[in-house]
């Protein structure tokens, strides 16, 4: 299995951006997904899951801020951030939800948040 995640980049408190995740070596449609991050000096943390049936749930700290879709037939998902702080600063990955289905991460891509 392999996760390519794209999207981040630098951007000022308050912006927005899109990040994919293309999964390629297997289908995704019937796992859940989600969207985790990981901070200097934190634990990788998971944000936002979206069921097989797309079903939500997000993390308290971007609930009305992050929302996670999924395109089955392009095997990719999403995680549209708005409103972002900078503590949303960190790597962003996404993975199966639990992670251990798919055995392995991505690189992830850096979102960086200036003040």
């Known amino acids: 299995v392999q996760l390519l995640e794209s999207g981040g980049g630098l951007v000022h408190a308050g912006g927005s951006l899109r990040l994919s995740c293309v999964v390629s070596?297997?289908?995704?449609?019937?796992?859940?997904m989600g969207w985790y991050r990981h901070a200097p000096g934190k634990q990788r943390e998971l944000v936002a899951q979206?069921?097989?049936?797309?079903?939500?749930t997000y993390a308290d700290a971007v609930k009305g801020q992050f929302t996670i879709s999924r395109d089955n037939d392009k095997n990719t998902v999403y995680l549209q951030m708005n409103s972002l702080k900078p503590e949303d600063t960190a790597v962003y990955y996404c993975?199966?939800?639990?992670?251990?289905?798919?055995?392995?991460w991505g690189q992830g891509t850096q979102v960086t948040v200036s003040s």
């Open positions: 993975n199966a939800e639990p992670s251990s289905i798919f055995g392995s």
């Open positions: 979206i069921s097989s049936g797309g079903s939500t």
């Open positions: 070596g297997i289908t995704i449609s019937f796992n859940a």
